[in-house]
């Protein structure tokens, strides 16, 4: 029992010490990518200097412990070790267009895909490696060129119209639409940009900028529509772009927010539940355009599964003595 005690309490001091929102942001003004504690903001260093030039699209993969990133407006993904920062593989990923985004996907039987959105407002679910990417489904929004994207817990992937202020919604397996939303609230057109998408299954944010303000708003997806809220959850004068989107925790989220130059940027933490946002920042960072998280399990979360273990282990123990 004290074995047990002393195990209990291992894992909780470990937990409650270690970070569980890793947040990468790729640099496209330095040509790095950018590692930050999303709980605390604290800043953990950057890799990729002199392998990748102006990065924007970023994936990581929690399970392999690989991110994936591609140059601006390229076919091509490099391969990295998101902890080490080690190379890992270079390769071109059979996309019909230039990447513009990558969105993992998160529904159940999707986890461990990605969703990869193009130039050309194609998206391309499928599976990366560190030799390449195979394409499962495609999904072609009605107008526009898509950026943000989100899957829904229904299975249903989301994907933005930039220029519209609208977002489309399809069938997962088969790619087919199955309807389109209202433009977001207070949509500019022609100025306005759709660019980034998240959701927890009922709770939906989009980021949303103009050349003048950047903004977040809330929705409500009910299966069949997307119900923006009317009035905006945020809004900036300094950063008015915006350049992507990531979960975290409890229905927190992460949008990248920069300058038109792609030179300056900060990342915007928003609590959903709250409704409050916190700035993520360091002086080291330069322009970033995309942002991907790894969100491990909560700390009471990895205390109960050690304790669950250890008492496992007690009985067999007792029952093979």
């Known amino acids: 029992m004290k074995k047990l005690f002393c195990g209990a309490l291992l894992l909780f001091t470990t937990a409650s010490f270690a970070s569980f929102e890793l947040v990468l942001a790729p640099d496209f003004a330095k040509g790095v990518i950018h590692r930050f504690d999303g709980d605390t903001g604290g800043y953990f260093g950057s890799f990729g200097a002199g392998i990748i030039a102006n990065p924007t699209a970023i994936y990581a993969n929690g399970s392999t412990g690989l991110c994936y990133v591609t140059p601006y407006r390229s076919p091509v993904v490099v391969a990295f070790n998101y902890s080490t920062g080690a190379y890992v593989s270079t390769f071109v990923s059979g996309v019909a267009s230039s990447i513009w985004s990558m969105t993992p996907l998160t529904a159940t039987g999707y986890v461990g895909q990605v969703l990869i959105g193009t130039v050309t407002g194609t998206h391309y679910r499928g ?184 008492v496992l282990f007690a009985r067999r123990r007792r029952a093979t003595s």
Request: hydrophobic fraction near 40%; aromatic fraction near 10%.
């Open 127 to 310: 599976i990366l490696s560190p030799s390449g990417f195979t394409t499962l489904a495609t999904y072609t929004p009605s107008s526009g060129n898509a950026v943000g994207a989100t899957q829904f817990s229904d299975g249903r992937i989301a994907v933005t119209n930039n220029g519209t202020g609208k977002v489309d919604v399809f069938n997962p397996a088969g790619g087919s639409p199955v309807f389109t939303s209202a433009a977001i609230t207070g949509f500019v057109g022609g100025s306005g940009s759709l660019t980034g998408l998240w959701s927890d299954g009922a709770n939906v944010v989009a980021s949303e900028s103009n050349g003048t303000t950047s903004r977040l708003v809330r929705a409500a997806y009910t299966g069949s529509a997307i119900n923006w809220a009317g009035s905006n959850a945020y809004s900036a004068t300094t950063f008015v772009y915006s350049y992507g989107a990531a979960a975290g925790h409890s229905q927190r989220s992460y949008f990248q927010m920069g300058n038109g130059a792609v030179s300056d940027s900060h990342l915007i933490r928003f609590d959903n539940i709250l409704g409050t946002t916190t700035i993520i920042d360091n002086a080291a960072v330069g322009g970033c355009w995309g942002v991907a998280t790894i969100v491990a399990p909560e700390p009471g979360t990895i205390v109960v599964l050690g304790i669950a273990v250890a």
